[in-house]
């Protein structure tokens, strides 16, 4: 039997998330951030055309609202769920964060952390692929409607 609280379970979350923003004409990655005992902490998703703001990418939105809603600066036993790998601005920010790990649906070969050289914390956790084909079919259908 799967727990209901899987790596599944809160990805879908994110895609809700995600599709909010593409329903904006934001780009679609949205993003959920969960304690150790699987409490939701902040919910977010990209709102740079919005707030005509480059940082405004869901994980710092989603970073700022958990940190706010802890009382601190440091997320430690918490879990950031993704729907695409974070970019080097936002690998940054977890670093800093000291999130204890994070899990992401697609990747993003052109500008995620991992192709750019970003770091994440060394105790962080990565977990990658989690409803892959759901997260990357949004965004290429996003992209698509764009051209």
């Given at each position: ?5 899987s790596d599944?379970y809160?990805m879908?979350?994110?895609?809700n998330?995600a ?12 993003a ?6 699987n409490?939701i902490?902040?919910?977010s ?7 005509n ?6 994980e710092?939105?989603?970073i700022?609202?958990?940190a706010?809603?802890l009382?601190s ?8 769920f993704?729907?695409l ?8 920010a977890?670093y800093?964060?000291?999130?204890t790990?994070?899990v992401?649906g697609?990747e993003?070969p ?6 750019m050289g970003?770091q994440?914390?060394?105790k ?10 759901k997260?990357?079919?949004l ?5 698509e409607?764009?051209?």
């Amino acid at each position: 039997m799967t727990a209901i609280f899987s790596d599944e379970y809160f990805m879908q979350m994110a895609l809700n998330e995600a599709r909010i923003a593409y329903d904006k004409g934001e780009i679609p990655v949205g993003a959920v951030i969960v304690s150790a005992d699987n409490r939701i902490l902040a919910k977010s998703h990209n709102l740079t055309e919005l707030l005509n703001d480059v940082t405004a990418h869901a994980e710092i939105q989603a970073i700022s609202a958990a940190a706010n809603f802890l009382g601190s600066k440091y997320l430690k036993n918490c879990t950031l769920f993704v729907t695409l790998e974070p970019c080097q601005m936002c690998a940054g920010a977890l670093y800093w964060s000291q999130i204890t790990r994070i899990v992401y649906g697609a990747e993003d070969p052109k500008r995620g952390f991992k192709t750019m050289g970003g770091q994440i914390h060394p105790k962080t956790q990565i977990n990658g692929g989690i409803l892959k084909e759901k997260c990357s079919s949004l965004i290429k259908s996003f992209f698509e409607k764009k051209r």
